[in-house]
């Protein structure tokens, strides 16, 4: 019973190196999203998709890429590691219905020195 | 914009005690609200969700009520014990100002403590 699994859960990066955080979920869920989690700041929205092949901004877009190539994976992308991107990542995902519950991954911590 | 407050930011109680966590949003044109609970270093956990057509939700000692007219929900918490510490967040799906039914918005949580 995965759930919504995100790798890896810890990264530290040098500013200007790229990387990938994955994400996938085993429910066959339409909705994907990204959130950063900073202190003080709460939860902001990154990227979204509601389904493969669509995908759209959310609050805090800049530096970010993603891809929905499939329904299962949701990849974010940072082009170039910058010290303001050091933050906890989650992951979560739902059916796309306006009733649909949102299922969180269990974060990825990353540190842009 | 939809706006999602909780007050107060952190709560110490003693054990044994019911409490009530509140949570209020600016934009009653929602779809639905869900209360999570994240741990320390952990992620957020589902706890509730009610639809927008519902006025309450119950799983064990916790029960959540919706009222969409003031823009407010409440989660209860009968019997407070020590394992309930953790922050808890609400967030509100759609809403007009959202643009999109598929967008959540946080609040920033209440840290509570349940003191033994």
């Known amino acids: 019973n995965a759930g919504v699994t995100q790798t890896p859960k810890f990264q530290v990066l040098k500013t200007g190196q790229s990387m990938t955080l994955q994400c996938a979920q085993d429910?066959?869920?339409?909705?994907m999203s990204w959130y950063r989690q900073d202190p003080g700041m709460g939860l902001r929205l990154i990227h979204y998709s509601v389904g493969a092949g669509i995908t759209d901004q959310g609050e805090v877009p800049n530096g970010y890429n993603v891809s929905r190539s499939t329904t299962e994976d949701f990849p974010l992308r940072l082009l170039s590691a910058a010290p303001s991107q050091t933050s906890v990542y989650f992951c979560?995902?739902?059916?796309?219905?306006?009733?649909?519950?949102?299922?969180f991954g269990e974060g990825s911590r990353l540190t842009v020195l | 914009k939809q706006e999602v407050t909780q007050i107060p930011a952190a709560l110490s109680v003693p054990e044994g005690e019911n409490l009530v966590l509140n949570c209020s949003f600016t934009d009653s044109a929602i779809y639905n609200l869900q209360w999570f609970r994240q741990d320390p270093g952990k992620g957020l956990t589902s706890l509730l969700l009610i639809q927008s057509s519902q006025r309450e939700q119950t799983s064990g000692r916790l029960n959540a009520s919706l009222d969409k007219s003031s823009g407010r929900s409440t989660l209860y918490i009968a019997a407070s014990q020590p394992g309930d510490s953790a922050t808890y967040l609400c967030a509100v799906r759609g809403g007009r100002s959202t643009g999109a039914n598929s967008k959540l918005t946080f609040g920033k949580g209440i840290t509570l403590s349940v003191r033994p």
């Open positions: 979560a995902s739902s059916s796309y219905t306006e009733t649909g519950e949102l299922f």
């Open positions: 429910m066959n869920h339409e909705y």
